[in-house]
């Protein structure tokens, strides 16, 4: 069973510019959240999808956005990027039913910006 | 946002201690769970908890769902080395999702 997987690992942006980051579920997984963690922090929950359609959203700008695919991956896009922009960010993937509060999470993907 | 407070903030323990830590909150929640993240990674789940006074064990590892549902409860049994990292207990409401402010947990060997 393949776990979630995230891509890329490490990436460096400068302020006011886009990034995409990328998410590959857990085999028989359907719903994907992602969460930002500051350094020293918990993880604060960004938004999640279910079916391609988000479906719960932090207190995050619409800067921040998502998508999700029909194989369940999904994609954060973040647009004019700040400084306090930086941060872990992690992709959590959850089966459906009784079990879909149950998250699991992958490596992360750590985005600086300067 | 729901604030989830866990305490202590940080442990220094020798191996072979046991640790207790907890998470608090002003709202009542459905369902806790308990994961745990180390340098580099994400958090991994460790325990969920679906009903009020509920103690469900993961190894050593054991947690209860406050009978409150306001709170719940981690303990660790004879820590060993691998145990440190940081813990965080997390609730969801509705579509929503929060996380506690974490317990860094330190194993003395």
């Known amino acids: 069973e393949t776990g979630v997987t995230q891509s890329p690992t490490h990436l460096i942006k400068t302020r006011g510019q886009q990034v995409t980051l990328r998410c590959s579920s857990q085999s028989g997984h359907n719903t994907v959240s992602w969460y930002q963690q500051a350094l020293g922090q918990g993880p604060q929950f960004i938004f999640q999808?279910?079916?391609?359609?988000?479906?719960g959203r932090g207190n995050f700008p619409p800067r921040f956005s998502g998508l999700q695919f029909p194989n369940y991956s999904s994609e954060l896009n973040v647009n004019a990027l700040e400084l306090d922009d930086s941060a872990l960010y992690l992709c959590?993937?959850?089966?459906?039913?009784?079990?879909?509060?149950?998250?699991?999470f992958g490596p992360g993907t750590r985005l600086t910006v300067t | 946002g729901q604030q989830l407070n866990q305490s202590p903030q940080s442990m220094f323990i020798q191996e072979g201690e046991d640790v207790s830590m907890n998470c608090t909150s002003s709202s009542i929640f459905n369902t806790w769970l308990w994961y745990k993240q180390e340098p580099g990674e994400g958090p991994v789940l460790l325990i969920a908890?679906?009903?009020?006074?509920e103690l469900t064990s993961n190894g050593r590892l054991t947690a209860q769902f406050g009978i409150t549902r306001k709170d719940s409860f981690l303990n660790i049994s004879a820590s060993i080395p691998s145990d440190v990292g940081i813990y965080f207990c997390?609730?969801?409401?509705?579509?929503?999702?929060?996380f506690g402010t974490g317990t860094s947990l330190t194993v003395i060997p």
């Open positions: 908890l679906y009903k009020a006074g």
């Open positions: 999808y279910y079916r391609e359609e988000e479906n």
């Open positions: 959590a993937s959850s089966p459906a039913g009784h079990y879909s509060y149950e998250q699991y």
């Open positions: 997390a609730v969801n409401t509705g579509n929503q999702f929060y």
